[in-house]
């Protein structure tokens, strides 16, 4: 089994839905993330907690919004999809040092 | 604030020759800098890391990187390239108690 798990790995929606993207890991890891890759733009932080009491948000949280629900869940929500949130999204895991161990992605297509 | 510049969307190597993607970075106190691979449909994997020590850092698959603080460079190098080694790579930093930047990517293309 995979130390970082995602699902769904794929999904595709129509815009104004409310999606959830799920994330959970075996890694024992405090600090999980979720990140957005777009064609030529790289990976982009949206939010990141560093423990189960602690969200914070990075370089583009706005449309998105984040639960924390135990060391080993984060999950990631689009309250009102867009067709700009279209993309591949990381949950990603780490302890105190910065290395990150990603999960296969989910990709959200929205229409 | 902290950023990275891939400066090469693409590079293309022939198999057998050495290849190298640039990395150059900017932040506010020591940096720690890392190189991640991503193959098709896949997530990100963990290729090597500069935190401290020497300056010459060697990873996964037989690729090496360079810190470099003067240049504030971090370019990732392999004597003989595979047409295995082709896939999306991306440089990373962070400094202090912060999540990792990344990088744009740069796509390798290795051809036989």
């Known amino acids: 089994d995979a130390d970082v798990t995602q699902t769904p790995r794929n999904r595709i929606t129509k815009t104004g839905k409310r999606i959830m993207l799920e994330c959970s890991q075996t890694?024992?890891?405090?600090?999980m993330y979720w990140y957005r890759q777009d064609p030529g733009l790289g990976l982009r932080l949206i939010y990141y907690s560093f423990d189960v009491k602690d969200i914070n948000k990075g370089e583009i949280s706005d449309g998105y919004s984040v639960s924390r629900q135990a060391q080993a869940k984060f999950s990631l929500s689009l309250e009102s999809a867009i067709p700009n949130q279209t993309a591949l999204y990381f949950c990603?895991?780490?302890?105190?040092?910065?290395?990150?161990?990603f999960g296969e992605g989910s990709r959200l297509t929205v229409l | 604030a902290q950023s990275v510049a891939q400066p090469e969307d693409q590079v293309n190597v022939a198999e057998g020759n050495p290849l190298t993607v640039k990395c150059t970075y900017s932040?506010?106190?020591?940096?720690?800098l890392f190189w991640y691979v991503q193959y098709p449909n896949r997530g990100l994997q963990f290729l090597l890391k500069y935190i401290t020590g020497d300056n010459l850092v060697k990873g996964s698959y037989g690729f090496e990187a360079e810190f470099n603080k003067s240049q504030t460079s971090f370019h990732l190098k392999k004597p003989s390239a595979l047409v295995s080694d082709s896939a999306l790579y991306f440089c990373?930093?962070?400094?202090?108690?912060?999540?990792?930047?990344f990088g744009k990517g740069t796509r390798l293309s290795v051809i036989a």
């Open positions: 990603a895991t780490s302890d105190a040092t910065p290395e990150l161990f």
């Open positions: 890694k024992g890891h405090d600090r």
């Open positions: 932040v506010s106190g020591n940096p720690y």
């Open positions: 990373a930093v962070n400094s202090g108690n912060t999540p990792l930047v």
